[in-house]
T-cell receptor, first 113, second 112 residues
Framework: NAGVTQTPKFRVLKTGQSMTLLCAQDMNHEYMYWYRQDPGMGLRLIHYSVGEGTTAKGEVPDGYNVSRLKKQNFLLGLESAAPSQTSVYFC????????????FGPGTRLTVL | QQPVQSPQAVILREGEDAVINCSSSKALYSVHWYRQKHGEAPVFLMILLKGGEQKGHEKISASFNEKKQQSSLYLTASQLSYSGTYFCGTEISGTSYGKLTFGQGTILTVHP
């Protein structure tokens, strides 16, 4: 039982390049989330999904897109990376929409030059 | 909308106690507490639902004052393993889908 996994763990991009971050969970959770973490700012919600085929915007969605084609996977895409997107990205999942623990993946450290 | 945590940092000796506070300007459905060690993912500690309940987990407990929209995390007889950054995450009443808004974090350092 791996929980929540993320790939890759590290990535360096040049401005304007694109990439996709993959999140996978094996807990059969319905709800999945993408956060970014910047120094001194805590975790901020980018996008979330309430089930297979559904996604919604969070607090800081600009410059990102997501897809949830399979229940266990949640993809985060950057179409044209910018230095402001340098951050640590965490994926999380939970079994219930309210009052339930969120379980986090190990994170992806992204640097955009 | 971001909840405010205080203090920003705490330094303790092993065995000492600490309190971390989390305050919101919004009516809350729940407050979550997570701990994150450097370079690792946040780890869930506990959830408090509206109703003013108090929860405990060994030497770590928390309370939620629904009237004041405040939660406090209590760490008693601290251990070296308690070191890390503590985040509260709040679910606002009337919203849905577990959207958490996190505070800026409190850095806790425990020395031998």
């Amino acid at each position: 039982n791996a929980g929540v996994t993320q790939t890759p763990k590290f990535r360096v991009l040049k401005t304007g390049q694109s990439m996709t971050l993959l999140c996978a969970q094996d807990m059969n959770h319905e709800y999945m989330y993408w956060y970014r973490q910047d120094p001194g700012m805590g975790l901020r919600l980018i996008h979330y999904s309430v089930g297979e085929g559904t996604t919604a915007k969070g607090e800081v969605p600009d410059g990102y897109n997501v897809s949830r084609l399979k229940k266990q996977n949640f993809l985060l895409g950057l179409e044209s990376a910018a230095p402001s997107q340098t951050s640590v990205y965490f994926c999380a999942s939970s079994y219930s929409p309210l009052g339930a623990a969120q379980y986090f993946g190990p994170g992806t450290r992204l640097t955009v030059l | 909308q971001q909840p405010v945590q205080s203090p920003q940092a705490v330094i303790l000796r092993e065995g000492e106690d600490a309190v971390i506070n989390c305050s919101s300007s919004k009516a809350l459905y729940s407050v979550h507490w997570y701990r994150q060690k450097h370079g690792e993912a946040p780890v869930f500690l506990m959830i408090l639902l509206k109703g003013g309940e108090q929860k405990g987990h060994e030497k770590i407990s928390a309370s939620f004052n629904e009237k004041k929209q405040q939660s406090s995390l209590y760490l008693t007889a601290s251990q070296l393993s308690y070191s890390g950054t503590y985040f509260c995450g709040t679910e606002i009443s009337g919203t849905s889908y577990g959207k958490l808004t996190f505070g800026q974090g409190t850095i806790l350092t425990v020395h031998p």
